[in-house]
Structures are given as C-alpha cells and as structure tokens.
C-alpha cells in the first residue's frame, strides 16, 4: 500500500511538472551568415582526437565512451553554425523568435509532430529583418504544408512585404501566392503586451544599427527575456527608461554575445555587444540566469570556448570586487549556447 502511495505522489508530481513546463530550445546561435564545419577543420578535429584519446593512455575501443563523454563541447560537436532561430514553448504552446537557417531543421520536426496538444500552426516573432534572421523562412516545410497555418509577428510595418519577398522568381521556385499553408501577419504595438496562448508577449526597443525588438515573455509568474542584435549601449536604468522592463525580474535573458569587450570597442558602433556587457546587466537587475549567443560567424569553436573563459574570469573578479564593498551580491548562472540546448526557464 505504502508503495502504491508513493507511486501515486510520484506521478502526480510527474504531471503537475509537466504541466508546467516552461522551456527554451536554441536552433541557431550564428550571427551574420551560417558557419557550417568544413571538410578540413572536422578532419583535424578528429586527428586531435585521436592523439588525445592516446596521450591520456587509453587504447581499447571499450574506453571510447567514456573518453568522448568527457569532452568539452568546443573540442567535439562544438557551439553550431545554423544563424538565429529559439524556439519558446511550454507542453500546449510554443513560439519561434527569429527564423534564421536554424529554423529549417525544427520545421522538420515541427511537421511531422502529431502530438494531439499541439495545433498545426506555428507563431514565429522577428526581431528584425537582417539576412541572419530570415533566411530560414522558405525552407521551413510547415509552410509549404496545407494543414498550417503560419503567424508572423514584428514591430516593424514592413513585415509583410519582406516575407512576400523572399517569395519571389528568379530568388525561389514558389511565389508567395503559390504557397499552401495559411499565411497571416500581425503588426505588433511597441511595449505593449500581447496576449498568445499560455503566453504574454511584449516587444521592448534594442539598440541596433537597424530598428531591432527584443521580446519579453511570460508564463505563469516565469519570465524569458530575449535580447539579441543589441550592441546595449544604453546600460543605465535612466537610458534604458521604458525598455528597463526587458530586463526586470528576468528568469532567463538570451543576450547577444558577438564580440569579446576588446574587439567591441573596435567594432563600434556595430549593432552587437559582449558577455561582459551582459554579466554587468545581470549583476545589477537581479536576471537568474544568462545564455549568450549571436557568435561571429569567423570564430572558431575553440575562439568562442576562449571567450567564454574570459568571461569568467571577468564574472569572478566582477563578483569579487562586488563583495569587498560589504553589499549582498546576486550571483548570476550564465553560459555560452550550443545548438540544442534545451532548458528550463525560472
């Protein structure tokens, strides 16, 4: 009896978890143009693999798991090459931010879910309008699909006219009125709440060298804030003003992370910023927990594990220097996103 009890509680919990799902999934995490792994650099990674695997004394093909187990990401499948794409979604809802040539492969997935909590509809929210951030669009399968129905969300009134054009001969074989999913648009109001689903949705101003939104969702008290294509050159509460609120009791803020401090400062103005610049946001609104992304499509992956080494450095002295003034100091958990990264957000 006391077995079946504790069952009972353990699904109970199971479900009510799952109910409450709140989760983030990363598509593409490259800025720019998409950076796949060449034929030579995947060929000398594995070289140096393999006199890893030796140098460290192993020689059976039985340590082979647990070798490639303990790996860092950068020296085995590394960060990813696909341009911008996340995917926001709890068990019922789900939404896509930005439709770079990550977004091919989740269409894949997308269009052969059958789930029964799912409808066959797809929201997707464009910060803007960069190449990076669109050029997944056509090959998305649901929307040569006649059961879909296909939502575009932006800021920016010209929403529909840049989709309709990436339909058009000699650029693509199917013009846009050809196209046989159900095809809507929808002409977001700046810093006003928007209601989707399980979700609450509001675009905040970035600070990018086109007009870029960055989106503020919640569900159910927890909070995601999506903020890339911003070099966040208003970092003050004062200067932020109204777009503050993108920023505040954040559970999960995916910041862009293009550039190291150094090369910033040789880059601006550029429409991207740094880890730091992020941390340094994170450290004082009191945000739970940071992704970085947004990577320059000439870094290498062990260039982007160099960054993210620097950015620790830079978080312990900045956490450091914090507490030599005696004042309670928020710690933050931050890291570098790899394509599939799924976590949960709050």
């Known amino acids: 009896m006391t077995r079946l009890l504790i069952i009972v509680i353990l699904f109970l919990i199971g479900t009510r978890y799952d109910q409450n799902m709140f989760r983030l999934r990363v598509w593409g995490v490259r800025g720019a143009v998409p950076s796949p792994l060449t034929p030579l650099v995947l060929q000398e990674r594995i070289f140096a693999r393999f006199n890893e695997f030796f140098e460290m004394g192993f020689i059976s093909a039985s340590h082979v798991k647990e070798f490639v187990t303990a790996l860092p990401d950068y020296k085995l499948s590394g960060f990813g090459g696909n341009t911008s794409c996340y995917e926001v979604y709890t068990k019922e809802s789900r939404i896509?931010?930005?439709?770079?040539?990550?977004?091919?492969?989740?269409?894949?997935?997308?269009?052969?879910?059958?789930?029964?909590?799912?409808?066959?509809?797809?929201?997707i929210f464009l910060t803007h309008f960069h190449w990076d951030h669109i050029m997944?669009?056509?090959?998305?399968?649901?929307?040569?699909?006649?059961?879909?129905?296909?939502h575009f969300y932006a800021v920016q009134p010209e929403l529909e006219q840049v989709v309709r054009s990436l339909f058009r001969r000699p650029l693509f074989a199917i013009p846009f009125e050809e196209l046989p999913s159900q095809i809507s648009f929808h002409v977001l109001r700046p810093r006003e709440k928007f209601l989707l689903g399980d979700f609450e949705i509001t675009p905040y101003m970035l600070d990018h060298t086109d007009?870029?939104?960055?989106?503020?969702?919640?569900?159910?008290?927890?909070?995601?804030?999506?903020?890339?294509?911003?070099?966040?050159?208003?970092?003050?509460?004062?200067?932020?003003g109204e777009d503050?609120?993108?920023?505040?009791?954040?559970?999960?803020?995916?910041?862009?992370?293009?550039?190291?401090?150094?090369?910033?400062?040789?880059?601006?103005?550029?429409?991207?910023?740094?880890?730091?610049?992020?941390?340094d946001l994170a450290i004082r609104e009191g945000i739970k927990r940071v992704l970085f992304t947004h990577y320059n499509p000439n870094d290498s992956d062990f260039q982007i594990h160099r960054y993210r080494e620097q950015t620790r450095e830079y978080y312990e002295a900045a956490i450091n220097r914090l507490s030599e003034t005696g004042r309670r100091v928020h710690q933050v958990m931050w890291d570098f996103a790899r394509e599939g990264t799924d976590i949960e957000i709050g």
């Open 244 to 279: 503050l609120a993108l920023y505040s009791n954040v559970d999960l803020m995916v910041f862009d992370s293009q550039y190291s401090i150094g090369h910033l400062l040789q880059k601006s103005p550029s429409g991207h910023s740094s880890a730091t610049i992020g941390l």
């Open 211 to 240: 007009p870029c939104w960055g989106f503020r969702v919640e569900y159910q008290g927890r909070v995601y804030s999506h903020c890339v294509d911003t070099e966040c050159f208003r970092v003050s509460r004062k200067d932020l």
């Open 96 to 123: 896509i931010i930005d439709a770079g040539t990550g977004l091919r492969e989740l269409g894949l997935g997308i269009n052969h879910d059958r789930s029964p909590k799912r409808k066959r509809e797809c929201h």
């Open 136 to 150: 997944g669009i056509p090959f998305f399968a649901p929307i040569l699909n006649q059961e879909f129905q296909i």
